[in-house]
């Protein structure tokens, strides 16, 4: 993960996260083999999937992502072996990475996948300037990312993506992240980011079909910061899947 100190205290954070999208791909047939009654691969934001809007999905993601010391955090995962920490429910979250990377995943049967194509999170202290602390301020540093970011090129099994800067980019809702012990960042437990805003490309994908996917991501953001990034997911059933 990439991190950068804007002032004492308050910290602006990025990293390119695996992502796909089922917009004017190519090549239409590798999407069009999957069985009539499966469900439509993209979710749109507009749909508000299972029951959240992106921005609601978008700020959970950030609290999953950091909610896991560095032992097990799945954003510095070297091979896939954690991807499973801290999930639950319908909904998985995978994680990128800010170095090349090559993961493998096991997911169970029926769970949707939410992650961003590419993002940037503002986290502000306590003890932050009032004047720092207000949503204008949060979301004017991370208003970059709109604009900025480039390069984004996403495939599953083989099928291209794109459109994605048309209709992914998300700002989430306000969140707080409470840290864990031995966390990224190397603040103390229990260490409270309050209030915290995020801009990025999402997508939520429905539940994949039992068997091997591969998902593979490349994209850049003008710190610069750059991802290569690769997920092979087998989608296994098993007792209480779904």
Same mark, same amino acid.
């Given at each position: 993960m990439n991190?950068?100190?804007r002032r /004492?205290?308050s910290m602006l954070?990025?990293w390119t996260?695996i992502?796909?999208?089922?917009? !004017?791909?190519a @090549?239409a047939? %590798?999407?069009a083999? /999957? @069985?009539?009654?499966d469900?439509?691969?993209?979710?749109?934001? #507009?749909?508000r999937?299972? !029951? =959240?809007?992106?921005?609601k999905w978008a %700020?959970?993601?950030?609290?999953w992502?950091? %909610?896991e010391?560095?032992a097990?955090?799945p954003?510095?995962?070297?091979?896939g072996a &954690?991807c499973a920490e801290g999930? #639950?429910?319908? $909904?998985w979250f995978? %994680?990128?990475?800010p170095t090349?990377?090559?993961?493998n995943?096991?997911?169970?049967a029926?769970?949707?996948?939410?992650?961003?194509?590419?993002?940037? +999170?503002y986290?502000a202290?306590?003890d &932050?300037?009032p004047?720092?602390?207000? *949503? *204008?301020?949060?979301r +004017?540093q $991370?208003?970059f990312?709109r604009k !900025?970011?480039?390069?984004l090129?996403a495939?599953?099994? *083989?099928a291209?993506?794109?459109?994605?800067r048309? /209709?992914l980019?998300? *700002?989430?809702?306000?969140f =707080?992240v409470?840290?864990?012990?031995?966390?990224?960042?190397?603040?103390p437990e229990?260490?409270?980011?309050? @209030? #915290? $805003?995020d801009a990025g490309f999402?997508?939520m994908? +429905?539940p994949? #079909?039992?068997?091997s996917h591969t998902?593979?991501?490349? !994209?850049?953001?003008?710190t610069?910061?750059?991802v290569?990034?690769t997920?092979?997911i087998?989608? /296994?059933r098993?007792?209480?899947?779904?």
């Open positions: 991190g950068k100190s /004492r205290g954070v990025w996260v992502a796909v999208l089922l917009a !004017g791909f @090549p047939g %590798a999407i083999a /999957r @069985p009539k009654d469900p439509p691969l993209f979710l749109s934001p #507009s749909t999937p299972y !029951g =959240r809007s992106y921005s %700020a959970m993601w950030w609290q992502a950091l %909610a010391p560095k097990t955090n954003i510095i995962d070297p091979n &954690d999930q #639950s429910g319908k $909904v995978l %994680a990128g990475s090349p990377v090559t993961r995943c096991t997911v169970p029926g769970k949707a996948l939410f992650f961003p194509v590419i993002n940037s +999170a986290f202290f306590r &932050d300037p004047e720092q602390r207000t *949503e *204008e301020f949060l +004017a $991370v208003s990312v !900025g970011a480039t390069g090129s495939t599953i099994d *083989e291209r993506f794109n459109k994605i048309r /209709r980019y998300t *700002e989430s809702t306000l =707080r409470v840290l864990p012990a031995d966390n990224l960042f190397g603040l229990g260490f409270v980011l309050n @209030p #915290s $805003v999402y997508l994908i +429905a994949l #079909s039992p068997g998902i593979h991501l490349t !994209g850049t953001l003008p610069p910061s750059s290569d990034a997920y092979h087998t989608v /296994r098993g007792r209480g899947d779904g």
